[in-house]
């Protein structure tokens, strides 16, 4: 058995004493990361399982859940690239962060971004990769996840993210402190009433391709740090661009 602060050769647990102190920054290990996922392994694979990290770091346990899903989907839509990757995408689109470290969240968001380019051989510029983008500026939130707050003292909030078939995804924002009620709600009076007659979508948006999608990143020019992977040169433009068409 390993002692819970065991790292893996190359990683690195601690950053600084004083981002220890001032935040209790110690990123779990690898192998511990995996072991937890290991226990929602069902969800884990399943593109639509919401995951919320509540201080996500660098985002170790999303990283885990969205390789494996990355390859579950690989798997199941074998047949079918169109649908690989809308559900590859609806698979990030599930995964959810706050932080408060804006250097964490920008890591946050480019690991996520990696790990999906890898998975579905991306270029940096690809439509897809931009669309993934546009989701993780959405779902990975700077913030107070104990205030529920962002950093300049609004209310977190969390896009909703459904696929609808044939190409077309559906969002709708909530309000973090509702969310954490739905599960209260249950066993109590309240269980009469449909989720959508308690809890209210703050905002709803118009039906969205994988395009609006990366047209919307360039719009508010939402922009990852460079990383290793963006340097790889793309690999499926060309089937993107037929796909994104249907
Ligand atoms: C113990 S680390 C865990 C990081 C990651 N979840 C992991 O397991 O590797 C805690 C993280 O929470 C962040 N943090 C501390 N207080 C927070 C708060 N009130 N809201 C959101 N994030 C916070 C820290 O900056 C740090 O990155």
Redesign the pocket.
């Known amino acids: 058995m390993r002692a819970h602060n065991d790292a893996e050769a190359g990683e690195s647990l601690v950053r600084s004493r004083q981002?220890v102190i001032e935040?209790?920054?110690?990123?779990?290990p690898r192998w511990l990361?995996r072991d937890m996922v290991d226990l929602v392994v069902d969800e884990a694979t399943r593109a639509d399982a919401r995951f919320l990290?509540?201080?996500?770091?660098?985002g170790?346990?999303l990283v885990e859940v969205l390789e494996r899903r990355l390859d579950a989907m690989r798997g199941r839509y074998r047949c079918s690239p169109f649908e690989h990757r809308h559900a590859s995408l609806l698979g990030l689109m599930c995964l959810y962060g706050?932080?408060?470290?804006p250097d964490?969240v920008a890591e946050c968001r480019a690991n996520l971004l990696d790990v999906f380019r890898a998975g579905l051989g991306l270029g940096p510029d690809d439509e897809w990769a931009r669309a993934a983008r546009t989701v993780l500026a959405a779902n990975i939130v700077q913030?107070?996840?104990?205030?529920m707050q962002t950093v300049d003292g609004r209310p977190i909030e969390f896009a909703e993210w459904a696929y609808l078939g044939r190409g077309k995804f559906q969002r709708r924002d909530f309000a973090y402190k509702d969310l954490t009620q739905r599960s209260l709600a249950g066993g109590t009076l309240f269980d009469q009433f449909d989720e959508d007659e308690l809890f209210a979508p703050v905002r709803s948006h118009p039906v969205m391709t994988v395009g609006d999608l990366a047209a919307m990143g360039e719009e508010r020019s939402v922009t990852a740090p460079v990383t290793a992977s963006d340097r790889t040169s793309p690999a499926c433009t060309s089937a993107t661009a037929a796909e994104s068409g249907r």
């Open positions: 981002r935040h209790g920054e110690v990123f779990t990361v990290e509540p201080a996500c770091g660098s170790n346990f706050i932080e408060l470290l964490n913030g107070d996840a104990l205030k």
